[in-house]
């Protein structure tokens, strides 16, 4: 077997799902490389390039990972529905608690999977969501006022939102509008 691929199973990375799959033979279930399964031992584990190759073979899918299913494992659905709920809701007063509470699970199980899968928190998810959303507002509402910025993008107090936006960017946000006044929206990379 791939050393590359072994690795990537012994660690659950998403690296070859959709590409590979791993069968075990003690159990005859087969799973996406990413699974968070119980690590099988290398000479249990055969390999598969599809679906219907595993299935052919007499494996069944696991019920964990749903491999046989495309799109997205069940870990990446669930930290794309908590995306989804801190794009949409930003302004609102999101808290761990309540994103994991509409996504019905612990919010410790979020906070993990999430920060695995995409190597930042939600909370800083969500911090950096709010402050590419005030960035575009200081940049093109000149109507305006700071204020009403910082409340309106989610942040608690206006001073909070001051010292926050200086320590990411260096600049106050009053500082930050005077350069960037009318320019161009920028594309910022999104975790």
Known sequence: MDEVLWEAIVHCKPTFDGQYFYGVITTHIFCRPSCRSRTPLPENTRIFRGVNEAKAAGFRPCKRCRPDEYGLGPDEELVQSAKD?????????LTLDKIAGELAISPYHLHRVFKRLTGTTPADYLFNKRLRAAKQALRTELYRTVTDIAIGVGFRSPSHFSTMFQRKTGYSPSDYRKLNLGSPIAEEVER
């Not at 794009?87 to 007063?93: A, F, I």
């Open 85 to 93: 709920i801190m794009e949409q809701r930003y302004q609102d007063p």
